[in-house]
C-alpha cells in the first residue's frame, strides 16, 4: 500500500490563527478545545491593590457567566441539529468551522479512502499488446498526493506493472469488504476499450493482450460489469469512480441532470444517504492522453481539488466544474451520474478539506432513515414472486464475482442473503464455494484425494478390482466461448449448485474445474486448457475410473436457460451418457439442479458402481473396506455376489446374486451392513462382494 504523507501544497500550510480556523482539533468521540495559553506571571510578586482585586472579581463573574451560556450552547445546539438522528459512531471524525461561528458538535463522517491506478507502460506480449502512455503515470500520483494531503484520504496506488488484472481485482475487493460505511474514491487512468455488440466497455490492466490469434483478448481485460458488480456489493456508504480511460462513459447509461444545491443542509442530507457516483473524462468515445504533464481531464481534476474547490464540495460540484472545463478545452463531454445499482439511495459523495489535522468546514449528517440499509431501499416492497428472484440475481451476482477472482466481495453478497435466509441451500452452496476458495481447501482436497487413490491403487491385490472412490470432475457447464463474466458466472452457479447437489445426494466425490486447472498448469502435463483432449487422459491418469462432467450453457433470447452436459469417462474418453435440461426466468435455479443432479447420480451409479469384497461376515452382518471416502452412506443398498473367477479365455469374472445387503453405520474406509439372503441361505465368506444398485427413478 502507498499512502502519501507530503508537505501540504503551498498557500495550504499556515498557521490556524493566520488562517482564521477554528482551531479544534479531530479526536475519535469528538472536538478537543484548543488550548489556552497561560497569563505570564505578574513582574512584581506580592499583594494586589484593593481597586484592582475589585476588578478581578467582576471580571470574573462576567467570565463564569459567559462560560455558562457557552455550556449551553455546546450542550443544546448539537442535539437539536442531531434531534431525531443516530448518535456518532465510536471513531467518527469531528469538524471545525471555517468561519470563526460555533462548533457544531461531532460530525458523522465516514471513513475516507482511495484507490490511485496510473499505467503509462504496458506488457509488449509478443508484439500483441497495448502502446505506451503519456501522462497516465504522472496524473495518478498527482491525484493520490492531493487526495492524502489536502483531504486526508487513506490511499493506495497501484502505478504501471503494479497494476495487473489480478492485482486490480484484488484491490477492488479488498477496497469493497473493509472499511464498512466508509467514502471510497477509484481513480483510474489507463487505456480503455467497447465492444459495440455486447455494448460493454473495459478498463485495460498493465498486463493485458490486445489481441491473440486475431482476436481481442478480453480474457485479460477487465470488464465494466464487473467493476459494477463489485461496487455492487461493497459496504462503503459512498463509492465515487473517476475514470479517465477511453470509452469509460460505457460504465454507466444516461446522464444525471444537475440537480440545486442549497447550502449545508443540501450537504448534510447527501453525505448521510449512500451514493454510487461515476465521473468519466468522456463518454463511449477516446479521450486525450496529452497536455502539459498530464492529460487534460487530470489537470482538471488537479487544478480544481487543490486550488479551486471551495471548503466542502460534492461529486457532482466537482462533475459540473470538470464538464464545462473539458468541453472549452477539447470538446470531450464528461459524463456523471449515479451508477445504476441498488447501493444508491440519493446521497453523493462529499469532500472536505483538511488542514493539520482540522476539517475545514461543519458537516454534521443526520442519521440514514429508519431501516433504510447501504444497500438502499431498493426492493422493500417487492411482490412475492420477486424476492426469491432478487436472490438469485444477488446469488448469480456473487458467483460472477468469484469467476473474476473477487472473493470476499461475493461473501459479502452471499452473507447478505443468508442473513435473511439462513437455511436457503443455494446460498450455502455459494458461501461454502466462496469459503474453499479462500482457504484453498479445493486444491488441498484434491491433492489429498489424489494422494489416497494412488495409495489404495498400488496396497489392492492384482486379482481383485480395486475399490475406487466415485469422483466426478466438474467441468461444466460453460458459458459460450468469449462469454460475458454474467454468462460466465452464470454457468459457475449452476457448477457450485450441482457439486453441492451430487456430493448430497449420491456420496459423490465432486472435483471442481478451478482446482483442476491449477493442479494441471503445475504439472505442466502439456495441455494447453482443460478443453484439451489430452487434459481429459491427463485427469484419468491422476484419478482412475473418474469421470468428466462437460458441458454448455445457452440462453435463448427469451432468456430460457438450457444446460447440454455430457458424462466422459477418463480412462477411454468416450461419451457414457448425454442429458439436457432448460428452465425458463421464472422457474428456480436451484429446483433444476436438484432434478439433474439425481438423473446425473443414477446415470453414475449404473455406469460406475461401487464394488468392493465382504471383509467379515457374522449372520446377517457384513462388513466392508469402503466408506464415505468412496461414497457410501447410511441406507445404501448393495447385491451380494458370489464372485469367482472365470475359466473362459476373457478370464471374466463369474457372479451369482446371494441376496441384498444395505448399509448400517459408515466410517471413512469401512462399513458394516445388514443382509436378506436369497433362497440358498447365508453364503461363505470366500469370494463375497458386494455391487451397488443404482436407485430407482
Same mark, same amino acid.
Given at each position: 500500500?502507498?499512502?502519501?504523507?507530503?508537505?501540504?501544497?503551498?498557500?495550504?500550510?499556515?498557521?490556524?490563527?493566520?488562517?482564521?480556523?477554528?482551531?479544534?482539533?479531530?479526536?475519535?468521540?469528538?472536538?478537543?478545545?484548543?488550548?489556552?495559553?497561560?497569563?505570564?506571571?505578574?513582574?512584581?510578586?506580592?499583594?494586589?491593590?484593593?481597586?484592582?482585586?475589585?476588578?478581578?472579581?467582576?471580571?470574573?463573574?462576567?467570565?463564569?457567566?459567559?462560560?455558562?451560556?457557552?455550556?449551553?450552547?455546546?450542550?443544546?445546539?448539537?442535539?437539536?441539529?442531531?434531534?431525531?438522528?443516530?448518535?456518532?459512531?465510536?471513531?467518527?471524525?469531528?469538524?471545525?468551522?471555517?468561519?470563526?461561528?460555533?462548533?457544531?458538535?461531532?460530525?458523522?463522517?465516514?471513513?475516507?479512502?482511495?484507490?490511485?491506478?496510473?499505467?503509462?507502460?504496458?506488457?509488449?506480449?509478443?508484439?500483441?499488446?497495448?502502446?505506451?502512455?503519456?501522462?497516465?503515470?504522472?496524473?495518478?500520483?498527482?491525484?493520490?498526493?492531493?487526495?492524502?494531503?489536502?483531504?486526508?484520504?487513506?490511499?493506495?496506488?497501484?502505478?504501471?506493472?503494479?497494476?495487473?488484472?489480478?492485482?486490480?481485482?484484488?484491490?477492488?475487493?479488498?477496497?469493497?469488504?473493509?472499511?464498512?460505511?466508509?467514502?471510497?474514491?477509484?481513480?483510474?487512468?489507463?487505456?480503455?476499450?467497447?465492444?459495440?455488440?455486447?455494448?460493454?466497455?473495459?478498463?485495460?490492466?498493465?498486463?493485458?493482450?490486445?489481441?491473440?490469434?486475431?482476436?481481442?483478448?478480453?480474457?485479460?481485460?477487465?470488464?465494466?460489469?464487473?467493476?459494477?458488480?463489485?461496487?455492487?456489493?461493497?459496504?462503503?456508504?459512498?463509492?465515487?469512480?473517476?475514470?479517465?480511460?477511453?470509452?469509460?462513459?460505457?460504465?454507466?447509461?444516461?446522464?444525471?441532470?444537475?440537480?440545486?444545491?442549497?447550502?449545508?443542509?443540501?450537504?448534510?442530507?447527501?453525505?448521510?444517504?449512500?451514493?454510487?457516483?461515476?465521473?468519466?473524462?468522456?463518454?463511449?468515445?477516446?479521450?486525450?492522453?496529452?497536455?502539459?504533464?498530464?492529460?487534460?481531464?487530470?489537470?482538471?481534476?488537479?487544478?480544481?481539488?487543490?486550488?479551486?474547490?471551495?471548503?466542502?464540495?460534492?461529486?457532482?460540484?466537482?462533475?459540473?466544474?470538470?464538464?464545462?472545463?473539458?468541453?472549452?478545452?477539447?470538446?470531450?463531454?464528461?459524463?456523471?451520474?449515479?451508477?445504476?445499482?441498488?447501493?444508491?439511495?440519493?446521497?453523493?459523495?462529499?469532500?472536505?478539506?483538511?488542514?493539520?489535522?482540522?476539517?475545514?468546514?461543519?458537516?454534521?449528517?443526520?442519521?440514514?432513515?429508519?431501516?433504510? /440499509?447501504?444497500? $438502499?431501499?431498493? @426492493?422493500?416492497?417487492? #411482490? &412475492?414472486?420477486? !424476492?426469491? *428472484?432478487?436472490?438469485?440475481?444477488? %446469488? +448469480?451476482?456473487?458467483?460472477?464475482?468469484?469467476?473474476?477472482?473477487?472473493?470476499?466481495?461475493?461473501?459479502?453478497?452471499?452473507?447478505?442473503?443468508?442473513?435473511?435466509?439462513?437455511?436457503?441451500?443455494?446460498?450455502?452452496?455459494?458461501?461454502?464455494?466462496?469459503?474453499?476458495?479462500?482457504?484453498?481447501?479445493?486444491?488441498?482436497?484434491?491433492?489429498?484425494?489424489?494422494?489416497?487413490?494412488?495409495?489404495?491403487?498400488?496396497?489392492?491385490?492384482?486379482?481383485?478390482?480395486?475399490?475406487?472412490?466415485?469422483?466426478?470432475?466438474?467441468? /461444466?457447464?460453460? $458459458?459460450?466461448? @468469449?462469454?460475458?463474466? #454474467? &454468462?460466465?458466472? !452464470?454457468? *459457475?452457479?449452476?457448477?457450485?449448485? %450441482? +457439486?453441492?447437489?451430487?456430493?448430497?445426494?449420491?456420496?459423490?466425490?465432486?472435483?471442481?474445474?478451478?482446482?483442476?486447472?491449477?493442479?494441471?498448469?503445475?504439472?505442466?502435463?502439456?495441455?494447453?486448457?482443460?478443453?484439451?483432449?489430452?487434459?481429459?487422459?491427463?485427469?484419468?491418469?491422476?484419478?482412475?475410473?473418474?469421470?468428466?462432467?462437460?458441458?454448455?450453457?445457452?440462453?435463448?433470447?427469451?432468456?430460457?436457460?438450457?444446460?447440454?452436459?455430457?458424462?466422459?469417462?477418463?480412462?477411454?474418453?468416450?461419451?457414457?451418457?448425454?442429458?439436457?435440461?432448460?428452465?425458463?426466468?421464472?422457474?428456480?435455479?436451484?429446483?433444476?439442479?436438484?432434478?439433474?443432479?439425481?438423473?446425473?447420480?443414477?446415470?453414475?451409479?449404473?455406469?460406475?458402481?461401487?464394488?468392493?469384497?465382504?471383509?467379515?461376515?457374522?449372520?446377517?452382518?457384513?462388513?466392508?473396506?469402503?466408506?464415505?471416502?468412496?461414497?457410501?452412506?447410511?441406507?445404501?443398498?448393495?447385491?451380494?455376489?458370489?464372485?469367482?473367477?472365470?475359466?473362459?479365455?476373457?478370464?471374466?469374472?463369474?457372479?451369482?446374486?446371494?441376496?441384498?445387503?444395505?448399509?448400517?453405520?459408515?466410517?471413512?474406509?469401512?462399513?458394516?451392513?445388514?443382509?436378506?439372503?436369497?433362497?440358498?441361505?447365508?453364503?461363505?465368506?470366500?469370494?463375497?462382494?458386494?455391487?451397488?444398485?443404482?436407485?430407482?427413478?
Amino acid at each position: 500500500m502507498s499512502t502519501h504523507d507530503k508537505p501540504l501544497p503551498s498557500g495550504l500550510n499556515g498557521t490556524d490563527a493566520e488562517n482564521g480556523v477554528n482551531a479544534y482539533k479531530i479526536k475519535s468521540g469528538g472536538l478537543a478545545a484548543p488550548a489556552v495559553p497561560e497569563s505570564p506571571p505578574p513582574a512584581h510578586p506580592g499583594p494586589a491593590p484593593a481597586a484592582p482585586r475589585r476588578r478581578a472579581a467582576r471580571w470574573t463573574a462576567a467570565w463564569l457567566a459567559l462560560a455558562a451560556v457557552a455550556l449551553a450552547v455546546v450542550w443544546l445546539v448539537p442535539r437539536a441539529v442531531r434531534r431525531g438522528s443516530e448518535a456518532p459512531r465510536a471513531g467518527d471524525e469531528a469538524v471545525s468551522t471555517g468561519n470563526g461561528g460555533a462548533v457544531r458538535g461531532a460530525a458523522a463522517l465516514p471513513e475516507y479512502r482511495a484507490l490511485v491506478i496510473g499505467i503509462n507502460q504496458y506488457d509488449p506480449a509478443d508484439g500483441e499488446g497495448w502502446h505506451p502512455l503519456d501522462t497516465a503515470r504522472a496524473d495518478a500520483e498527482a491525484v493520490a498526493g492531493i487526495l492524502a494531503g489536502v483531504y486526508g484520504f487513506q490511499v493506495r496506488t497501484l502505478l504501471d506493472g503494479e497494476a495487473s488484472r489480478a492485482a486490480i481485482l484484488n484491490a477492488l475487493d479488498e477496497l469493497a469488504t473493509t472499511g464498512t460505511d466508509g467514502a471510497d474514491l477509484i481513480y483510474f487512468a489507463g487505456h480503455g476499450a467497447f465492444d459495440e455488440k455486447l455494448n460493454e466497455g473495459y478498463w485495460i490492466p498493465a498486463d493485458a493482450r490486445h489481441r491473440i490469434n486475431g482476436r481481442d483478448a478480453k480474457e485479460d481485460w477487465l470488464w465494466n460489469s464487473t467493476i459494477t458488480r463489485l461496487i455492487g456489493a461493497s459496504q462503503a456508504r459512498h463509492v465515487l469512480v473517476l475514470s479517465d480511460a477511453c470509452y469509460s462513459g460505457a460504465l454507466f447509461r444516461g446522464d444525471e441532470p444537475l440537480r440545486a444545491q442549497g447550502g449545508q443542509a443540501w450537504y448534510e442530507r447527501a453525505i448521510a444517504r449512500p451514493s454510487r457516483y461515476l465521473i468519466t473524462s468522456g463518454g463511449i468515445e477516446p479521450v486525450l492522453d496529452s497536455g502539459s504533464g498530464h492529460s487534460i481531464f487530470a489537470q482538471q481534476v488537479i487544478n480544481y481539488l487543490q486550488h479551486a474547490a471551495p471548503p466542502v464540495f460534492s461529486a457532482s460540484d466537482l462533475g459540473s466544474a470538470l464538464r464545462e472545463r473539458v468541453a472549452a478545452l477539447t470538446g470531450q463531454m464528461v459524463q456523471m451520474g449515479p451508477l445504476p445499482l441498488g447501493g444508491h439511495s440519493g446521497g453523493e459523495f462529499v469532500f472536505i478539506r483538511k488542514q493539520g489535522g482540522i476539517r475545514l468546514a461543519a458537516v454534521a449528517p443526520a442519521g440514514r432513515e429508519a431501516g433504510e /440499509g447501504l444497500r $438502499g431501499a431498493a @426492493g422493500a416492497e417487492d #411482490g &412475492a414472486g420477486e !424476492a426469491p *428472484r432478487r436472490q438469485e440475481e444477488t %446469488l +448469480r451476482a456473487a458467483a460472477e464475482l468469484l469467476q473474476a477472482g473477487a472473493p470476499q466481495a461475493a461473501g459479502n453478497l452471499v452473507a447478505g442473503v443468508l442473513r435473511e435466509h439462513a437455511q436457503d441451500r443455494m446460498a450455502l452452496a455459494v458461501a461454502d464455494a466462496v469459503g474453499r476458495l479462500q482457504r484453498r481447501e479445493a486444491r488441498e482436497d484434491l491433492q489429498k484425494l489424489i494422494g489416497q487413490v494412488a495409495a489404495g491403487g498400488g496396497a489392492a491385490r492384482a486379482a481383485a478390482p480395486v475399490t475406487r472412490p466415485r469422483v466426478l470432475a466438474c467441468l /461444466g457447464p460453460e $458459458g459460450p466461448e @468469449g462469454s460475458t463474466p #454474467g &454468462a460466465a458466472g !452464470a454457468a *459457475r452457479l449452476y457448477r457450485i449448485v %450441482l +457439486r453441492a447437489e451430487l456430493e448430497a445426494q449420491a456420496g459423490i466425490r465432486v472435483i471442481e474445474r478451478e482446482a483442476l486447472e491449477s493442479l494441471l498448469q503445475e504439472q505442466q502435463l502439456g495441455v494447453s486448457g482443460l478443453a484439451d483432449p489430452a487434459a481429459r487422459l491427463a485427469i484419468g491418469r491422476l484419478l482412475p475410473a473418474s469421470v468428466l462432467l462437460l458441458g454448455d450453457l445457452m440462453v435463448s433470447t427469451a432468456g430460457v436457460e438450457t444446460l447440454y452436459l455430457r458424462l466422459v469417462d477418463t480412462e477411454t474418453t468416450q461419451v457414457l451418457a448425454s442429458l439436457t435440461a432448460s428452465r425458463r426466468p421464472d422457474e428456480p435455479l436451484d429446483a433444476l439442479c436438484s432434478s439433474l443432479a439425481s438423473r446425473l447420480a443414477q446415470r453414475i451409479v449404473a455406469l460406475k458402481p461401487l464394488l468392493a469384497p465382504v471383509t467379515a461376515l457374522e449372520g446377517t452382518r457384513l462388513q466392508a473396506s469402503f466408506g464415505t471416502f468412496h461414497g457410501a452412506r447410511t441406507g445404501q443398498v448393495f447385491t451380494v455376489l458370489a464372485r469367482l473367477p472365470g475359466t473362459g479365455e476373457d478370464g471374466a469374472w463369474r457372479e451369482e446374486p446371494v441376496g441384498t445387503a444395505t448399509v448400517g453405520r459408515a466410517a471413512e474406509q469401512a462399513c458394516e451392513l445388514e443382509a436378506a439372503w436369497g433362497v440358498g441361505g447365508q453364503p461363505r465368506l470366500e469370494n463375497l462382494w458386494l455391487r451397488e444398485v443404482a436407485a430407482e427413478p
